[in-house]
T-cell receptor, first 116, second 114 residues
Framework: GENVEQHPSTLSVQEGDSAVIKCTYS??????FPWYKQELGKGPQLIID?????GEKKDQRIAVTLNKTAKHFSLHITETQPEDSAVYFC???????????????FGDGTTLTVKP | DGGITQSPKYLFRKEGQNVTLSCEQN?????MYWYRQDPGQGLRLIYY???????QKGDIAEGYSVSREKKESFPLTVTSAQKNPTAFYLC?????????????FGPGTRLLVL
């Protein structure tokens, strides 16, 4: 099955700096890569996603890049703010989701702390 | 408002007791999931269901049971066979077959053992 590794497990940056979180996946058939943000005591929420036919996607201060050849994808947060402090999870899956192999596999999470 | 709800927010279990966690969604999603999250750890899949009246074991199904009698509902029972049930439980849903697998999570239920 799919295996997703996420690094680093913790990341501390100063407000205004950039933060980068990286994930690698093992199943070359995976074609969908979402990123989720989990605030303390809450459920994860989707912040950005990318499909395998795209190499980069940007939404304001957040961007995701995908390297299919190397099987890794990264989350980039620019101009970080204290409210960006949270746990971030990457995931990988493939469509069509009609088999056990198609369900999402999550990374172990990165705890991001943005210091004012 | 469309969304996914979980209840209760906190649940206490006594030794040898079965407890049931509720999960309801009004997003008209076919697929629903249960995850367990331990402190400082990632999400581990307990059970998932792609369609009503069908569900599959995830990576850590032992000591848990589910049902999917309605599209909107996917309750999780933590049985007395689960010896270490203290954790944060997350329910999620997604559109299902043929769709990209964006998952929408509920607010979670924290289960504590007395």
């Amino acid at each position: 099955g799919e295996n997703v590794e996420q690094h680093p497990s913790t990341l501390s940056v100063q407000e205004g700096d950039s933060a980068v979180i990286k994930c690698t996946y093992s199943d070359s058939a995976s074609n969908y890569f979402p990123w989720y943000k989990q605030e303390l005591g809450k459920g994860p929420q989707l912040i950005i996603d990318i499909r395998s036919n795209v190499g980069e996607k940007k939404d304001q201060r957040i961007a995701v890049t995908l390297n299919k050849t190397a099987k890794h994808f990264s989350l980039h947060i620019t101009e970080t703010q204290p409210e960006d402090s949270a746990v971030y999870f990457c995931a990988a899956s493939r469509t069509p989701f009609n088999t056990n192999a198609g369900k999402s596999t999550f990374g172990d999470g990165t705890t991001l702390t943005v210091k004012p | 408002d469309g969304g996914i709800t979980q209840s209760p927010k906190y649940l206490f279990r006594k030794e040898g007791q079965n407890v049931t966690l509720s999960c309801e969604q009004n997003l008209n999603h076919d697929a629903m999931y249960w995850y367990r999250q331990d402190p400082g750890q990632g999400l581990r899949l307990i059970y998932y269901s792609q369609i009503v009246n069908d569900f599959q074991k995830g990576d850590i199904a032992e000591g848990y049971s589910v049902s999917r009698e309605k599209k909107e509902s996917f309750p999780l029972t933590v049985t007395s066979a689960q010896k270490n049930p203290t954790a944060f439980y997350l329910c999620a849903s997604s559109r299902g077959q043929g769709s990209y697998e964006t998952q929408y999570f509920g607010p979670g239920t924290r289960l504590l053992v007395l």
